[in-house]
């Protein structure tokens, strides 16, 4: 999705705002911009279609150098992925903006600007945004003011970043559903759209809250609320070394995010875990009294976090006896739902930032649910903070668009959950829970045994770079898995993947089988089991190649069109949270070979802030 980075300094800030860029190319854009004012007090603007690096290569030639300026990387939305599409956007040549999110009523704007004499240089959205601000600048003579006038005409969604020839010593921000986050610097200030963007620069910020309009000057920074009125917001220090945002000795980020699986699911479980119970006060101080009147579990979410909710649903339902839905935000947010009474309302999300899954939780709040509750990585994001409840996640920040080290926390933080439920309301017998919590404190160590195999995966992966469609398998909680598979692997490799609950294959998708369609399956030793290995049977008397991740006690071996690979041991409850791990080092690595863009895979966004 789009990136804001902003600067008003005494230095150059060029290098700044184009490094801040680089810093949030893996929420995935197709376009960047960067305008700076310059020494003669004259706007300067270079936009490039495509990535970052050919910006950057320009600006080099023009030399653009300044000591206020906006960037922006763009993730089309109206209008092609365009060098006239690009931000920043201006009117004449003294007024500039950057925007992210949408403007819903921009055609009804145009119009009644176009009545006023403004004339449009692009098909975007933002651009009605700059002309508005001209207008009400002539109106109101000051930048704040005039912004504050014009974001009270816009219905949607924006994070906002301005600049004036007229009125060089500002840079102002306004934030309404899109997040933004101001750096602060000694005699320096910064904004962006991610404080990733500015920890070069910085490590204290200021998150603006819904509403809020920011102006920025290089030594002070003033802050009016949704109405109007003075506020100030709290500065933080951040800790997280910087280093986090490097690849490392990784040629990717995404093969390095899967390596760190068993380091972040250690921290997910730290001060979470007592002798032989989970810590319900993990999930917050009123955690405990909620949770004991918990009858029933509405999970909402995208994507991989969707995925994790489905592997929560067998849980809950087997371990804890609650019983649980589990819909993708998309829906949800626009279906009349029937809320059976007590439910916890649980949302899943890497960011906290998804549009869809914040919209479907500001709707349930009017539906009368119990309580809700966000498992989410992102301590300061917008979902976190509208929540009653919150599990973090310390999955640390996740570069690479396929989501892995993010989904695997959330899944422990998941089984944290089933675990409080199930001891607070009873329904949990305690040898159970003291059971599961020995195993996931051995869960760190059975992910690294997993990663060990990386390169047999890689071997296998050859089976697949030539290959244009897969099927994968489960049963069970491994049937969410091998979604997630599926959805790694057309992520990143582009190859079609589909799948499927093995029992379900004969009821069609056993027709598109052949040599030319391998299909992968997930096999822990389980009860389940025999009747997976009959599906698979399935498969092979119709030619087609199997590659089967299976307990070593599962006694599956190779054999012609067969190969598997033998999986460490592990407790059957805690089985999706190991399985999935060879699952993306295989996207992994298919995309590998086949040349694929790994960690900005092409029309994909890391944070998908518009719906
Ligand atoms: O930040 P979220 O977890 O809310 O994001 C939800 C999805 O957009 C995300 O999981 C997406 O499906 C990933 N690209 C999957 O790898």
Redesign the pocket.
Known sequence: MCGIVGAVAERNISAILLEGLKRLEYRGYDSAGIAVLDAAGQLQRLRRSGKVAELESAQRTAELTGRLGIAHTRWATHGAPCERNAHPHFSGDDLAVVHNGIIENHEALRAQLKALGYSFASDTDTEVIVHLLKHKLGEFGDLTVALKSAVKELHGAYGLAVISAKQPDRLLAARSGSPLVIGLGLGENFLASDQLALRQVTDRFMYLEEGDIAEIRRDSVQIWDVDGQPVQRESVQYHEGAEAADKGEYRHFMLKEIHEQPKVVQRTLEGRLGDSQVLVQAFGPQAAELFAKVRNVQIV?????YHAGMVARYWLEELAGIPCQVEVASEFRYRKVVVQPDTLFVT???????AD?LAALRNAKQLGYLASLAICNVGISSLVRESDLCLLTQAGPEIG???TK?FTTQLVGLMLLTLALGQVRGTLAAATEADLVAELRRLPTRLGEALAMDATVEKIAEHFAEKHHTLFLGRGAQYPVAMEGA??LK?ISYIHAEAYPAGELKHGPLALVDADMPVVTVAPNNELLEKLKSNLQEVRARGGELIVFADGAAEMENGEGTYVVNMPHIHDALAPILYTLPLQLLSYYVAVLRGTDVDQPRN?A???TVE
């Open positions: 979410a995208c994507g991989t976090s899943i999300s890497q960011s906290g930032e998804t899954t668009v396929a989501s993010a959805l790694k992520e994909l890391k944070s998908v």
